[in-house]
């Protein structure tokens, strides 16, 4: 399967806890998205990759969040101290230039 | 804000055409309309986009009003494994060097297809 892939699937955490999501994009894509998806909603645009450098982000993104894609490549999400609002599924994407995003599965945030 | 309203639900029976409205009054004249569908549990699929010109693929037709304030997604013949969440979305531009396009998601349209 060539598309976008994101580990885990699943992440149960307590709160307080510091979590770290992955994403594989697809390989010659060189844009990459972090988007957040609470229950009865549309995703929400988080944070923006070309390449390895980070070009945008949310206000949605606070501080105890922090995004990286070290070599251009796959890319994490870690949360500090996590909160109870923090439970979301949280999806990433990527795409050409100015292509489609295609999305990964995503991983479900639960927070106790 | 998402640029665009959807009916919050529909039902469509199986085999008969399903077709999704959408407005998108304060579209600008360079910005697409996309539609996605997200299947529970999954991430959201792409299914077509458009700028001016009707556009049809493999998966669906979209007709986009000739004011381009309003479009419509067709799926021709629903099938159960069309049951979904459809989001309709006005790409927007750059708003600086550098930026990136934003897909602004709304809460779209709950389709289900019924047997």
């Known amino acids: 399967d060539t598309g976008v892939s994101q580990n885990p699937r699943h992440k149960i955490t307590k709160r307080g806890q510091n979590v770290t999501f992955r994403c594989d994009p697809i390989s010659e894509h060189n844009r990459l998205y972090w988007y957040r998806q609470t229950l009865g909603q549309g995703p929400e645009f988080l944070t923006y990759?070309?390449?390895?450098?980070?070009?945008?982000k949310s206000r949605l993104l606070s501080d105890r969040f922090s995004a990286e894609r070290p070599k251009g490549s796959f890319s994490t999400l870690e949360i500090q101290r996590t909160e109870q609002g923090d439970s979301a599924m949280y999806l990433c994407?990527?795409?050409?230039?100015?292509?489609?995003?295609?999305f990964g599965s995503g991983t479900q945030l639960s927070v106790l | 804000d998402a640029k665009t309203t959807q009916p919050p639900s529909m039902d469509c029976a199986e085999g008969r055409a399903a077709n999704l409205p959408c407005n998108h009054s304060?579209?600008?004249?360079?910005?697409?309309v996309y539609w996605y569908r997200q299947i529970h549990s999954q991430g959201p699929q792409y299914i077509i986009h458009?700028?001016?010109n009707n556009e049809t693929n493999e998966m669906a037709s979209l007709i986009i009003t000739e004011d381009r304030k309003s479009s419509t997604l067709i799926l021709p013949h629903a099938t159960l494994r069309d049951t979904a969440v459809y989001y309709c979305i006005v790409r927007e531009g750059p708003d600086r060097v550098g930026g990136t396009y934003k897909y602004i998601f709304g809460t779209g349209t709950r389709l289900k297809v019924l047997a």
């Open positions: 990759f070309q390449n390895e450098a980070q070009l945008e």
């Open positions: 994407a990527s795409s050409l230039v100015s292509g489609k995003l295609f």
């Open positions: 304060t579209i600008s004249g360079n910005e697409y």
């Open positions: 458009g700028l001016k």
